[in-house]
């Protein structure tokens, strides 16, 4: 991180799942200075609901978080109106994920002993920072053996086994 100036954006993202977003709405973002965060997110992933606690929560309202829980659903609000947080985070410069990510480990932030990103969403949300969500067309994890799995399966029903 030392070689990235303060003020540039930065990205963080999980290596064990793909999925398709509007890379154009990000870049506008960024460009129009919308949003010191933007969380990427999915609508009714169905495996999240059978293990709600291995995902983080996000209340979305006309495209910004509203509310941000980790590694549970947000209380008082239906699952079916929770969207699930991906792992993947912009932040608007280096600067603020610097100042957030000292200020979680400051304060001894954690869940279940670890400190996730996902926290430093939660929190930024509750300080009235601009926590914008953007939505993915598509989603696939594999990080589990399930869902890795899951994925040769329908890559193979889709694509006849043909490799990627």
Same mark, same amino acid.
């Given at each position: ?31 129009? #200075? ?9 609508? =009714? ?9 291995? *995902? ?30 991906? =792992?993947?985070?912009?932040?608007? #410069? ?6 957030? *990510? ?8 954690? /869940?279940?002993?670890? *400190? ?19 939505? /993915? ?5 594999? =990080? ?8 040769? *399966? ?11």
């Amino acid at each position: 991180m030392e070689v990235i100036p303060d003020g540039e954006p930065v990205l963080f993202a999980p290596c064990d799942t793909g999925c398709l977003f509007d890379v154009k709405e990000l870049a506008r973002i960024e460009a129009e #200075s919308e949003a010191d965060l933007v969380v990427l997110t999915a609508k =009714g992933h169905l495996p999240a609901l059978f293990r709600p606690q291995m *995902y983080g929560w996000v209340r979305v309202q006309k495209g910004m978080a509203t509310s941000i829980a980790v590694k549970k659903q947000i209380e008082g609000v239906d699952p079916h109106d929770q969207e699930v947080v991906l =792992g993947t985070f912009w932040f608007a #410069s280096k600067a603020s994920f610097v100042r957030e *990510y000292e200020a979680m480990v400051a304060d001894k932030d954690t /869940v279940n002993g670890e *400190y996730y990103i996902d926290t430093m969403a939660r929190r930024m949300v509750e300080q009235g920072a601009k926590v914008r969500a953007l939505t /993915v067309q598509k989603y696939v994890p594999w =990080g589990t053996p399930e869902e890795l799995d899951t994925f040769h *399966y329908w890559n193979d029903v889709h694509r006849g086994g043909r490799p990627l």
